[in-house]
């Protein structure tokens, strides 16, 4: 049974400042792996897709890597900024139609 | 090109009344997924559906919970004889394709956030 666990559960920290976000899924054999950005009472926002084939994503500040032999996903966020504040969310498909859900980070920017 | 529509946003029920939830995917998918988010946890998938059938629906309870995806119309979850545990954040999702095993990208909705009193 796929299980995604995200570490931490929780981050804040100081504007401007790396940051790095894990997660990690129990069983390797995934189709692809999705990093989202959940807002206080919004919906989901779809951040990096990484297919099973590649090693990561980029997109603007945000890097994705993938090591599925681990079972291993970071989410590199460059100088980040107070708009980055948000809970986010790991995802892994390991094939069918069901998309496995880490609990979330959530990251606190402070200006 | 409207996003993933969800209605309504918020949604209040006394224990034993029904919950209708409505989702419209975006223009040109096909396939609609709803997941189910209780508080301080990650979101739990409950079912997928195309256009008038069930593809999968192992991640919904048993008894008083049905999902439907009309010809016509929106996608509907539909919650009978509700209990204060159904009280959660339920999302929608839909995608343009579904290759065999695999699973695109997901759009979501904002999600309806019913509230069983």
């Known amino acids: 049974k796929q299980e995604v666990t995200q570490i931490p559960a929780a981050l804040s920290v100081p504007e401007g400042e790396n940051l790095v976000l894990n997660c990690s899924f129990t069983d390797s054999a995934i189709y692809n792996l999705q990093w989202f950005r959940q807002d206080p009472g919004k919906g989901l926002t779809s951040l990096l897709l990484?297919?099973?084939?590649?090693r990561e994503q980029t997109s603007g500040r945000l890097n994705a890597s993938l090591d599925k032999s681990s079972g291993r996903s970071t989410l590199y966020i460059a100088a980040s900024q107070p708009g980055d504040s948000a809970t986010y969310l790991c995802a892994v498909n390991t094939g069918g139609f069901k998309t496995i859900f880490g609990a979330g980070t959530r990251l606190f920017v402070k200006a | 090109n409207a996003g993933v529509m969800q209605n309504p946003r918020h949604l209040v029920r006394r224990r034993g009344q029904e919950a209708r939830l409505r989702c419209s995917p975006m223009?040109?998918?096909?396939?609609v997924y709803w997941y189910r988010q209780l508080p301080e946890e990650g979101l739990k998938f409950m079912v997928y559906l195309q256009k008038e059938n069930i593809i999968d629906e192992s991640g919904m309870p048993k008894e008083r919970f049905s999902a439907e995806f009309p010809k016509e119309g929106p996608s509907i979850l539909r919650i009978q004889q509700v209990v204060r545990g159904d009280s959660a954040a339920y999302f929608c999702a839909s995608s343009p394709l579904q290759l065999a095993g695999q699973t695109d990208t997901q759009y979501f909705g904002p999600g309806t956030r019913l509230t069983v009193l």
């Open positions: 223009k040109g998918h096909s396939h």
């Open positions: 990484i297919q099973s084939s590649q």
